[in-house]
T-cell receptor, first 113, second 114 residues
Framework: EAQVTQNPRYLITVTGKKLTVTCSQN?????MSWYRQDPGLGLRQIYY???????DKGDVPEGYKVSRKEKRNFPLILESPSPNQTSLYFC????????????FGNGTRLTVT | AQSVTQLDSQVPVFEEAPVELRCNYS??????LFWYVQYPNQGLQLLLK??????LVKGINGFEAEFNKSQTSFHLRKPSVHISDTAEYFC????????????FGKGTSLLVTP
């Protein structure tokens, strides 16, 4: 089954404790992206990647890092999480063919205390 | 750059009633337009998309949307909603050079009650 898998689904952590949210897709997609979803703000893009070893900032990259060492994986790293990063995070992937739909994971709800 | 405005943050509607979720976009170039749906505790999935051609686009679950270039709108409609349509709906836009890189609206929460 074609899917984007995020782990964990829920995560509670404390300020400053490094964490990684994993994202993996099995569709051989070139394009991958991370979004955060906050009430009243919709989805905002954090980082995206056009292919292996190619990443770029989205609209709200501060406090986040990503890497794309393999085509299928695109982890999101918070080196020193802060409470304002409490949010619902989504990973998505797509081919780079025009008007290809984005395929989303089921989300990771992160709480930073 | 492109942007999207969803004019209603919440839309309550009774079961079997018609519904329209409004979306306006802003862009200086040609665009592709999308509607995504997010059911509770799930990721987003594509409802429908406008690329070119006919301005009336039909999607899954009986939804349709009409592209209106003069009014820069892409409103989503359904003639008769079900309880199961309760979800968050997102309008999104991309330019025609990078159709996978979307700018999303803030979402409209559709609540269908008996």
């Amino acid at each position: 089954e074609a899917q984007v898998t995020q782990n964990p689904r829920y995560l509670i952590t404390v300020t400053g404790k490094k964490l990684t949210v994993t994202c993996s897709q099995n569709m051989n997609h070139e394009y991958m992206s991370w979004y955060r979803q906050d009430p009243g703000l919709g989805l905002r893009q954090i980082y995206y990647s056009m292919n292996v070893e190619v990443t770029d900032k989205g609209d709200v990259p501060e406090g986040y890092k990503v890497s794309r060492k393999e085509k299928r994986n695109f982890p999101l790293i918070l080196e020193s999480p802060s409470p304002n990063q409490t949010s619902l995070y989504f990973c998505a992937s797509s081919t780079t063919r025009l008007h290809s739909p984005l395929h989303f994971g089921n989300g990771t709800r992160l709480t930073v205390t | 750059a492109q942007s999207v405005t969803q004019l209603d943050s919440q839309v309550p509607v009774f079961e079997e009633a018609p519904v329209e979720l409004r979306c306006n976009y802003s862009s200086s170039v040609s665009v592709y337009l999308f509607w995504y749906v997010q059911y509770p505790n799930q990721g987003l999935q594509l409802l429908l998309k406008y690329l070119s051609g006919s301005t009336l686009v039909k999607g899954i679950n009986g939804f349709e949307a009409e592209f209106n270039k003069s009014q820069t709108s892409f409103h989503l409609r359904k003639p008769s909603v079900h309880i199961s349509d309760t979800a968050e709906y997102f309008c999104a836009v991309s330019d025609t050079n990078s159709g996978y890189a979307l700018n999303f609206g803030k979402g409209t929460s559709l609540l269908v009650t008996p």
